[in-house]
């Protein structure tokens, strides 16, 4: 990388944020003109602006292309936010199984109310499940002494059930299936323009406390007793670390499903590239979960076509591996 | 939670023969409750008429063509992947390894789809090779990160874990790529649902075969959970019982992948249960988990047929549901010493 001769670090996270971008961008301009119809990019412009293209280009593409690159900079901040609170590399929302807790609570709400509730049911439903698996998950980690790896085996456990609950509520009701295979797998596939706003608004909101959280994350890694004596608690500070780490994995589950590895991916990788300090990492961490779920979602529609394999799926296969390596490197270190 | 020092008292507590006796008694209930229940529902009592005196009607044909060979493959593949959980544990000296735990179960799922695809006129006989072949690949990969002794025993689980997510990923990639999704998918849950006797005769001589050698050699297995410089005085007999050992998880827990899917949860709790209630004596572990995984799947399989009757639950979803907390549970037990 050429900045590396540069002597700031933040002219370093400049450049690799402005590198990122523009791969991310790519891979949009690819996400839009590649499908059943190929487009040229002059006629994706032509659909942008109302053209002929306009139907394929703003219903179909353009939705699951922002949508993608939304939620996946959501979980990629939600990972960031969730290791520095509990101050542990593995710890991402993804692997310790709140997504899949919030998949479960969506797909319970979509069961249990009337259709015509969907559009505020299932998004509380995803809430009170990531709340409720993140609940779950620390009061046991707590008696755990928190080690790195017993908690994150935990949350894998507990993910594990929550999916076990969610394929058993499909054999009950068999005619929901379909919808909860989406939350199970993970997919941008059929995200419409609702779920472009919905999930912006959903992020607008959380924006503010993202921004003191990111302040704040830095802190994070000090240990309790120099952080009173900065006088900041440290329940406070990791309580609300977890808590917006969690309404964002939250929002993301609730336009994509339980997509798996991305939180955990991001945040190791934007550290390798830039280094710990927060307000270096965070913004690197949701550009490359953005640029990792879009690609991941351009690779499963290129590589099986004409069927379409779920980002998830691609997600899973890039990320397992790379939570392997994680474990054999951190293997000599103290647990 | 208890006392760490009681749950090493009760250790020496119960009779293995009164235990045996006890076990296999409950699993003769089991069956007859499974061999009952049904959308046609039996009296208990004609049941166990049927089975002795099997005679032309309908009921004797439900008995014998359908529930009494899926009775059989629970059993079975309870005992395969019970036993090869008790010898991966030994094998590994970690208490958190099973063939599910460690990717083996779904090394094999990976193999066998792939070969299902590849030759679509592959009968179920012929996936047990495949099977082999993914258990014992992912089998070495895990055994070379556990002798490199660079993980402790939760990062090795972890490690397990993950390999397990990927290649089920790969799994479900494959099928969806090559629009096989609907015969394949109630397999992948883990399903023995549908058993036939000629699944029953594909698994048996594995179980007889596997399970017996690891009966035989049952006390030499022993010499695995000694320690390493026990182990290193006794060399090449342990190395050679290593190898042995691990030989019989790929058949034991392959062949049960074959005919049922990747059953979780049962080979990693099963050990625990039984040392538990009997201690640390290989030998009777390993024939205590051979009656117990056999009771644990029958009944999590009745339980399955019941919860959502007339709906079946596949038996993997409800040894996950059962599985995933007792999981959690060792955990605690292990953070607890």
Same mark, same amino acid.
Request: hydrophobic share 60%; net charge positive.
């Given at each position: 990388?050429?900045?590396?001769?540069?002597?700031?670090?933040?002219?370093?996270?400049?450049?690799?944020?402005?590198?990122?971008?523009?791969?991310?961008?790519?891979?949009? %301009?690819?996400?839009?003109?590649?499908?059943?119809?190929?487009?040229?990019?002059?006629?994706?412009?032509?659909?942008?602006?109302?053209?002929?293209?306009?139907?394929?280009?703003?219903?179909?593409?353009?939705?699951?292309?922002?949508?993608?690159?939304?939620?996946?900079?959501?979980?990629?901040?939600?990972?960031?936010?969730?290791?520095?609170?509990?101050?542990?590399?593995?710890?991402?929302?993804?692997? %310790?199984?709140?997504?899949?807790?919030?998949?479960?609570?969506?797909?319970?709400?979509?069961?249990?109310?009337?259709?015509?509730?969907? $559009?505020?049911?299932?998004?509380?439903?995803?809430?009170?499940?990531?709340?409720?698996?993140?609940?779950?998950?620390?009061?046991?980690?707590?008696?755990?002494?928190? *080690?790195?790896?017993?908690?994150?085996? %935990?949350?894998? =456990?507990?993910?594990?059930? =929550?999916?076990?609950?969610?394929?058993? %509520?499909?054999?009950?009701?068999?005619?929901?299936?379909?919808?909860?295979?989406?939350?199970?797998? *993970?997919?941008?596939?059929?995200?419409?323009?609702?779920?472009?706003?919905?999930?912006?608004?959903?992020?607008?909101?959380?924006?503010?406390?993202?921004?003191?959280?990111?302040?704040?994350?830095? =802190?994070? *890694?000090?240990?309790?007793?120099?952080?009173?004596?900065?006088?900041?608690?440290?329940?406070?500070?990791?309580?609300?670390?977890?808590?917006?780490?969690?309404?964002?994995?939250?929002?993301?589950?609730?336009?994509?499903?339980?997509?798996?590895?991305?939180?955990?991916?991001?945040?190791?990788?934007?550290?390798?590239?830039?280094?710990?300090?927060?307000?270096?990492?965070?913004?690197?961490?949701?550009?490359?979960?953005?640029?990792?779920?879009?690609?991941?979602?351009?690779?499963?529609?290129?590589?099986?076509?004409?069927?379409?394999?779920?980002?998830?799926?691609?997600?899973?296969?890039?990320?397992?591996?790379?939570?392997?390596?994680?474990?054999?490197?951190? $293997?000599?270190?103290?647990? | 939670?208890?006392?760490?020092?009681?749950?090493?008292?009760?250790?020496?507590?119960?009779?293995?023969?009164?235990?045996?006796?006890?076990?296999?008694?409950?699993? #003769?209930?089991?069956?007859?409750?499974?061999?009952?229940?049904?959308?046609?529902?039996?009296?208990?009592?004609?049941?166990?008429?049927?089975?002795?005196?099997?005679?032309? &009607?309908?009921? @004797?044909?439900?008995?014998?063509?359908?529930?009494?060979?899926?009775?059989?493959?629970?059993?079975?593949?309870?005992?395969?992947?019970?036993?090869?959980?008790?010898?991966? !544990?030994?094998?590994?000296?970690?208490?958190?390894?099973?063939?599910?735990?460690?990717?083996?179960? #779904? /090394?094999? &799922?990976?193999?066998?789809?792939?070969?299902?695809?590849?030759?679509?006129?592959? @009968?179920?006989?012929?996936?047990?090779?495949?099977?082999?072949?993914?258990?014992?690949?992912?089998?070495?990969?895990?055994?070379?990160?556990?002798?490199?002794?660079?993980?402790?025993?939760?990062?090795?689980?972890?490690?397990?874990? &993950?390999?397990?997510?990927?290649?089920?990923?790969?799994?479900?990639?494959?099928?969806?790529?090559?629009?096989?999704?609907?015969?394949?998918?109630?397999?992948?849950?883990?399903?023995?649902?549908?058993?036939?006797? &000629?699944?029953?005769?594909?698994?048996?001589?594995?179980?007889?075969?596997?399970?017996?050698?690891?009966?035989?050699?049952?006390?030499?297995?022993?010499?695995?959970?000694?320690?390493?410089?026990?182990?290193?005085?006794?060399? !090449?007999?342990?190395?050679?019982?290593?190898?042995?050992?691990?030989?019989?998880?790929?058949?034991?827990?392959?062949?049960?992948?074959?005919?049922?899917?990747?059953?979780?949860?049962?080979?990693?709790?099963?050990?625990?249960?039984?040392?538990?209630?009997?201690?640390?004596?290989?030998?009777?572990?390993?024939?205590?988990?051979?009656?117990?995984?056999?009771?644990?799947?029958?009944?999590?399989?009745?339980?399955?047929?019941?919860?959502?009757?007339?709906?079946?639950?596949?038996? /993997?979803?409800?040894?996950?549901?059962?599985?995933?907390?007792?999981?959690?549970?060792?955990?605690?037990? !292990?953070?607890?010493?």
């Amino acid at each position: 990388m050429t900045s590396v001769a540069l002597p700031s670090k933040s002219l370093r996270a400049a450049s690799v944020c402005l590198v990122v971008a523009i791969l991310i961008l790519v891979i949009a %301009v690819l996400g839009m003109t590649i499908g059943a119809v190929t487009l040229s990019v002059g006629q994706v412009l032509d659909g942008i602006a109302g053209g002929k293209n306009a139907f394929i280009v703003m219903q179909y593409r353009a939705p699951r292309v922002i949508v993608s690159i939304l939620a996946g900079a959501s979980l990629g901040i939600a990972g960031t936010f969730l290791q520095g609170a509990l101050r542990n590399p593995l710890a991402s929302p993804d692997v %310790v199984g709140i997504t899949k807790w919030a998949g479960l609570g969506a797909f319970l709400a979509g069961l249990f109310t009337p259709p015509a509730w969907a $559009a505020w049911a299932i998004p509380s439903g995803v809430i009170v499940g990531a709340v409720a698996g993140a609940c779950v998950l620390l009061a046991i980690g707590r008696s755990f002494g928190g *080690g790195i790896a017993a908690l994150a085996l %935990v949350g894998v =456990a507990l993910g594990m059930l =929550a999916q076990a609950l969610m394929q058993y %509520v499909m054999v009950l009701v068999p005619t929901r299936a379909d919808q909860s295979m989406v939350w199970l797998a *993970g997919s941008v596939y059929g995200s419409t323009m609702t779920d472009v706003v919905a999930l912006s608004l959903w992020l607008g909101a959380c924006l503010p406390f993202v921004l003191i959280a990111a302040i704040r994350l830095d =802190a994070g *890694g000090f240990g309790d007793d120099t952080l009173t004596s900065l006088g900041i608690s440290p329940g406070l500070l990791r309580g609300g670390l977890i808590v917006v780490s969690v309404l964002l994995c939250a929002g993301s589950v609730a336009a994509v499903g339980s997509m798996g590895f991305l939180g955990l991916l991001s945040p190791h990788a934007a550290r390798l590239l830039v280094g710990p300090r927060a307000r270096h990492m965070v913004p690197v961490s949701a550009l490359i979960g953005a640029l990792t779920l879009s690609a991941a979602d351009l690779i499963g529609r290129l590589v099986a076509l004409p069927n379409e394999i779920p980002a998830g799926i691609v997600a899973a296969v890039i990320g397992g591996p790379y939570l392997i390596f994680l474990l054999i490197k951190e $293997a000599g270190r103290h647990d | 939670m208890t006392a760490k020092g009681g749950a090493a008292m009760r250790h020496e507590t119960g009779s293995p023969v009164l235990l045996a006796f006890c076990l296999l008694l409950a699993l #003769a209930i089991v069956i007859l409750a499974g061999i009952s229940f049904g959308v046609s529902g039996l009296p208990v009592d004609r049941a166990l008429h049927l089975l002795f005196a099997p005679d032309s &009607s309908p009921d @004797s044909a439900l008995v014998w063509d359908v529930r009494l060979p899926r009775a059989m493959l629970a059993m079975l593949v309870g005992a395969n992947l019970a036993v090869a959980g008790v010898l991966i !544990q030994t094998l590994t000296r970690n208490s958190l390894a099973s063939p599910q735990t460690f990717g083996i179960n #779904a /090394g094999a &799922s990976l193999v066998i789809v792939v070969s299902l695809i590849a030759m679509p006129g592959l @009968s179920a006989g012929g996936t047990v090779w495949p099977a082999f072949i993914g258990a014992a690949a992912v089998g070495l990969a895990m055994w070379a990160l556990s002798v490199s002794g660079a993980m402790n025993e939760m990062k090795l689980a972890l490690a397990g874990i &993950s390999i397990q997510l990927v290649l089920a990923a790969l799994v479900q990639a494959i099928l969806i790529a090559n629009n096989a999704g609907q015969d394949i998918v109630y397999w992948l849950a883990g399903s023995i649902n549908g058993a036939q006797w &000629s699944k029953v005769w594909i698994i048996l001589p594995f179980t007889l075969l596997g399970g017996g050698i690891a009966l035989v050699a049952g006390r030499h297995f022993g010499v695995l959970a000694l320690d390493e410089t026990t182990g290193v005085s006794l060399g !090449q007999n342990a190395r050679r019982v290593g190898g042995l050992a691990a030989t019989l998880i790929v058949v034991l827990a392959g062949s049960a992948v074959a005919v049922s899917g990747p059953i979780g949860f049962i080979g990693l709790l099963v050990p625990h249960i039984v040392r538990r209630l009997t201690g640390n004596d290989q030998l009777t572990v390993i024939v205590l988990s051979a009656i117990t995984g056999p009771l644990l799947l029958t009944a999590a399989d009745l339980l399955g047929r019941v919860a959502a009757f007339p709906a079946e639950t596949p038996v /993997g979803i409800v040894t996950a549901l059962i599985g995933a907390p007792a999981f959690v549970a060792i955990l605690w037990r !292990q953070r607890a010493k």
